[in-house]
């Protein structure tokens, strides 16, 4: 079993930048392949930015291709996001989620551990 736990949002205009963190507990985090879904006000979770146990393979939603990088640190059991050119209309609650022994996928119900989430605003 892991525990995750978000960090790193905030207020921000637009245009800005934020790296969000998700550490994990436990001995096998490199076990996992990772996710960040968001979800904001009244709309359903969708999926962000996926990478596998690795780090060699990663995966966007075409609404973050080219303005979020998602990476991770094995040795620090942390997985990160980093966020550029942000806009209002990535206005959300950000998660990340674990995958045990899958590959990086998009598809929420693939992940088996989810965190409590980070709130990340962006003003206009």
């Known amino acids: 079993q892991v525990q995750l736990t978000e960090s790193g949002g905030r207020l921000v205009q637009a245009g800005g930048s934020l790296r969000l963190s998700c550490a994990a507990s436990?001995?096998?985090?490199?076990?996992?392949?990772m996710g960040w879904f968001r979800q904001a006000p009244g709309k359903e979770r969708e999926f962000v930015a996926a990478?596998?146990?690795?780090?060699?393979?990663?995966g966007y939603a075409d609404s973050v291709k080219g303005r979020f990088t998602i990476s991770r640190d094995n040795a620090k059991n942390t997985v990160y996001l980093q966020m550029n050119s942000l806009k209002p209309e990535d206005t959300a609650d950000y998660y990340c989620a674990a995958r045990f022994r899958g590959m990086a996928s998009g598809k929420a119900l693939e992940y088996d551990y989810w965190g409590q989430g980070t709130q990340v605003t962006v003003s206009s």
């Open positions: 436990g001995r096998t985090f490199s076990s996992y392949a």
């Open positions: 990478i596998s146990w690795s780090g060699g393979s990663t």
